[in-house]
């Protein structure tokens, strides 16, 4: 339990109502020795520059944690930065106070402090972790969370979990200044004229990120330059079926808001990529995660058709096609078939960019070629198509909506403020459900930018696009494109406060935040 809230008696009276609710196990678990985690820093190279970032390190180390439905997540999580900080564990069904938000589930840990979690793992699939204060997520602070299945059929196939980041040398802080700044043009800093600071005391810890400009690698932000171009590099041609579907987007407005330095694929850009060895002929299940702060992805397998087995940890009737898309904060799983002797790129391009990241499943004897970071043409928007067609394995049970409730997205792009239910965190309302029911949640985006909203501590399922009913993808994090309406459903049945917000972390951080509270069933 949390142990810089309230006692752990009264902690574990909490957990085990919320459990009897959430049908979480509450039977007593056999003891099994804590394990570590660690908030710390570490060093990487980007494109010949050596960096320190922050970092979570596992059991086996800063790439990701493995663990299995059906175990306990039984982790001390030990502070060892200068400054406050909390782990969200993203799309876990999980007790209220274990969540990791500050001001919402439990109060920041200190430096030098630690918190202990312990709460059964009801899930399998492709989830991630990542710190819920000020911009430590984008500054490293986030890796792969795998919840492997005991009774998983696919267990026999080779499996590479590729997480997905966009970087910046420039301290996040800075470029949201640039942001908001008079004159700035439609750059890297985004459209900005001067606007009132929106950001709220209590909002998921987002100060105490002082000291972080000081890293190693942090220059001076304008918010301006954009990514370093590759041009003459080989190999920058897309890959096969990538350049007529993704091109000729030219003008779009408000795809993206924030350039960056980098885009990493395991902490690696494409001028160095991660080559995997794979077995001849061998099938590979990809785990793909977008842990990027601000940034949408198309995903492509060297042109060659990738079969869609799972999204956000959920498994869905498998989609075959060659281009996914994947949202902030979402996860896909893949299969794919690499050919002998072949090298396969697995390409993440940014939507609205030709700027690009990856690796390379490689078979025996293949030859790896020098790939470019940027594709010869632009990706296109991240749209509903996807979407519309995914249908879960496993759909929410079949019972009449008891409530229906309005979250509405709003903003001003030129002040760079953004909005939800009419106002800035903490000036805005709540959703507020009843204990038990099913409750539809109307999602619209009045902005001229999509955005990836995320509810914690549930899933729901995606049941109406554009105004058009379906029983589409369980899910934890759903993209709804600008000026669009998304209905999704969930069942009210882990109560406490959860946060829900955009998953844009440049938009949640100056306001685009809110949370859903219970109340008792009458």
């Not at 060659?304 to 498998?318: M, N």
């Not at 038990?436 to 509810?455: E, F, K, Y």
Request: contains cysteine; charged residues 20%; negative net charge.
């Amino acid at each position: 339990m949390i142990k810089n809230s309230v006692s752990r008696r009264s902690v574990m009276a909490g957990v085990a109502a919320s459990a009897a609710i959430a049908g979480l196990p509450s039977a007593a678990h056999a003891l099994a020795p804590q394990q570590q985690l660690v908030a710390t820093t570490r060093e990487i190279e980007v494109n010949g520059t050596l960096v320190k970032r922050l970092a979570v390190v596992g059991p086996d180390g800063p790439e990701g944690l493995r663990v299995k439905r059906g175990d306990y997540f039984r982790f001390k999580l030990t502070n060892k930065l200068d400054t406050e900080t909390l782990i969200h564990w993203h799309g876990l069904i999980l007790p209220p106070s274990q969540d990791g938000v500050p001001g919402i589930s439990a109060p920041a840990i200190p430096p030098g402090g630690s918190a202990d979690y312990d709460f059964p793992l009801v899930q399998a699939g492709t989830y991630w972790m990542h710190s819920h204060v000020g911009f430590q997520e984008q500054l490293g602070l986030a890796m792969p969370l795998i919840l492997e299945d005991p009774n998983d059929p696919l267990s026999n196939l080779q499996e590479v979990v590729l997480f997905l980041e966009d970087f910046t040398f420039k301290d996040p802080e800075a470029i949201v200044a640039a942001l908001r700044a008079p004159g700035q043009s439609d750059t890297a800093a985004g459209q900005g004229t001067s606007a009132t600071d929106t950001a709220k005391p209590g909002m998921k810890g987002m100060a105490g990120m002082a000291g972080m400009a000081g890293m190693t690698g942090m220059a001076p932000a304008t918010g301006t330059t954009a990514a370093p171009t590759m041009a003459g590099m080989v190999g920058s041609t897309p890959a096969a079926g990538t350049t007529t579907a993704m091109a000729g987007m030219e003008g779009m407005a408000d795809l993206n808001d924030v350039d960056f330095d980098a885009y990493l694929a395991n902490s690696r850009t494409l001028r160095d990529p991660q080559v995997v060895s794979v077995e001849r002929n061998g099938k590979v299940r990809l785990r793909i995660i977008n842990g990027s702060a601000s940034t949408n992805f198309f995903i492509s397998a060297g042109g060659q058709s990738a079969r869609l087995i799972a999204v956000d940890g959920e498994a869905v009737h498998p989609i075959d096609d060659v281009i996914f898309p994947v949202g902030i904060a979402q996860r896909i799983d893949l299969l794919v078939d690499v050919p002998g002797g072949k090298a396969l790129p697995i390409i993440a391009q940014r939507e609205g960019d030709t700027a690009r990241t990856g690796l390379i499943l490689a078979g025996p004897g293949a030859e790896v070629a020098k790939l470019s970071d940027n594709a010869d043409a632009k990706a296109g928007a991240i749209g509903v198509e996807l979407e519309a067609r995914l249908r879960a394995v496993k759909p929410l049970p079949e019972r009449p909506i008891a409530a229906e409730l309005d979250s509405l997205l709003s903003g001003d792009m030129a002040k760079y403020i953004w909005m939800m239910h009419g106002g800035v965190y903490p000036n805005n309302k709540p959703l507020v459900v009843r204990t038990g029911d099913r409750t539809a949640v109307r999602i619209r985006n009045q902005t001229g930018m999509s955005h990836p909203m995320h509810l914690h501590g549930h899933v729901f399922q995606v049941i109406e696009i554009g105004g058009k009913p379906l029983a589409g993808a369980v899910r934890d994090t759903v993209v709804v494109p600008p000026q669009s309406d998304m209905v999704i459903a969930f069942d009210a049945n882990n109560p406490g406060n959860w946060a829900y917000h955009c998953h844009n972390l440049y938009h949640m951080e100056v306001g685009m935040f809110s949370y859903l509270t219970y109340v008792p069933a009458t």
